[in-house]
C-alpha cells in the first residue's frame, strides 16, 4: 500500500515539474499591443463591434482589419485613446458619444415568450415561460440583442439609473480657467 502511494506521489511529481518546464520553454509570446489594446477597450464582451469579444476586437485592431470606430459601449473617450494608441486619425464628431444603459423589462408588456432570455449573451434576464422576466443590471452590457426580438416592445435600453454606487463626480472643465 505504501509502495503505491509513494509511487503515485513520485510520479505527479515528476510530471508537474516536467510540465513547468514545458510551460516556461515553449511559452508563445503575444502582441504587447493587443494586450494594451484590450485595456483600453471596456471589456464588457458584448460583441456589438461584430467580433466574439474585447480580445477579437483587440486583435483585429493591431492587425488593421477594424475601425477605431468599432466600439459603441465605449463611444468618443475610447475612439480618442485608440486613435492616438494605433497613429491613426479620426473625426470625433462623427462618433456618438452614449450614456451607459442597462435593459429594463415593462412588466406589463411583457408575455413571457422567453425570446430576450434565449437571445442574451451574458445571461442577463431572469424568467421562464408564462412568466414576466427581469433583467440583472450587474450582467447586462446593453448589447440590445433583447430589444431586437421582442415581440411586444416590453424591453427597452435606458441609462443606467444614478445610484450611490453608479454616481460619479464629473471632472471640472478647463474653458474658464486663467493660466
Known sequence: MFIAIFSLTLLGGALGLFLGYAARRLAVEGNPLVE???AILPGSQCGQCGFPGCAG????LANHEAPVT??????????????????VEVNLTEVADTVPQVAEVLE???IG????????PTDAILGAAKQIHAVFREACTACGKCVEVCPTEATRLIPVP???????????SLQGATA
Open 36 to 38: 494594451e489594446i484590450q
Open 57 to 60: 476586437a483587440a486583435q483585429a
Open 70 to 87: 468599432l466600439c459603441p459601449p465605449g463611444g468618443r473617450e475610447v475612439v480618442a485613446l485608440l486613435a492616438a494608441k494605433l497613429g
Open 108 to 110: 406589463d408588456l411583457c
Open 113 to 120: 415568450c422567453t425570446r430576450c432570455y434565449k437571445a442574451c
Open 162 to 172: 444614478v445610484t450611490l454606487q453608479s454616481w460619479y463626480w464629473s471632472k471640472p
